[in-house]
């Protein structure tokens, strides 16, 4: 294919209409959700700061009383100031350890939902992200987008990892079907025959290919033979991405 400098210019366009949708309709999504979590986060804290107030509260109830008990008794002498002092020490240390417990539960729980939230605001933003980019990939799959994706699936093929390749050898043995390369566009017959080229050099033998089309890939291609599948099109690559946001 020629480069021509209205290509070019027209490549660097697109690119930058891509950059600014995916500020506007991505970035400032994902903004808004990092400031409702630090929002949270914050309504955490200051509710943290609130059990420990009560907790102070509490002991400085607890303590004043356990001094007005003690007043009452050293009033009234009836009981033995060592005696006096051991229980004074045994419901301070009750006292300790009910706040030590208090504290430990709310820092658990203020722990435990600052997780769920997290989780929440990672899962939101992913599905977030994942309906603007079907919404964007409706918008820009086309015939150039697909015949860059199938140049890039074409310098791909001979990389393939041999146990891949191994599995695709294999099912094609094990099928009468020719292989099926679907794709969203109708693809021209130069590309047809790269693509039929590329395949029967890597496995080293003449295929049978059945071309066809299924407007649902968006672009880009899909082949498959028996349970072999090759997935080089933006909607699977979209499914896997919700599959990876429902999945967070």
Do not use: C
């Not at 949708?21 to 808004?32: A, E, I, N």
């Not at 107030?53 to 003690?70: C, T, V």
């Not at 820092?107 to 899962?123: D, I, P, S």
């Not at 933003?125 to 820009?140: D, N, P």
Request: aromatic residues 6%.
């Amino acid at each position: 294919m020629e480069l021509t400098w209205t290509t070019l210019l027209l490549e660097i366009l697109n690119f930058l209409i891509l950059i600014w949708l995916l500020k506007r309709f991505f970035y400032q999504p994902v903004l808004r959700a990092i400031q409702r979590r630090q929002a949270r986060l914050e309504a955490t804290r200051e509710e943290a700061e609130r059990l420990r107030r009560e907790a102070g509260e509490m002991r400085d109830r607890y303590q004043a009383r356990l001094e007005e008990w003690a007043a009452e008794q050293h009033q009234a002498r009836e009981t033995p100031r060592a005696e006096l002092r051991t229980e004074r020490e045994r419901l301070t240390q009750a006292l300790m350890r009910n706040l030590e417990d208090e504290k430990r539960k709310a820092g658990v729980l203020a722990a435990r939902e600052q997780r769920e939230r997290e989780r929440h605001l990672q899962r939101e933003a992913l599905r977030e992200a994942g309906r603007f980019l079907s919404r964007l990939l409706q918008r820009v799959a086309g015939p150039e987008v697909e015949q860059r994706l199938i140049g890039i699936l074409l310098d791909e093929l001979p990389a393939l990892p041999a146990e891949r390749i191994a599995a695709l050898k294999t099912a094609i043995g094990e099928t009468d079907q020719p292989l099926q390369v679907s794709s969203a566009w109708p693809v021209e017959e130069k590309l047809r025959r790269a693509v039929r080229d590329v395949l029967e050099t890597i496995l080293g033998r003449t295929l049978r290919i059945e071309f066809t089309q299924d407007p649902d890939l968006l672009a880009g291609l899909r082949i498959t033979a028996g349970p072999w599948i090759l997935q080089a099109n933006l909607a699977d690559e979209l499914r896997a991405f919700t599959e990876l946001a429902h999945g967070a």
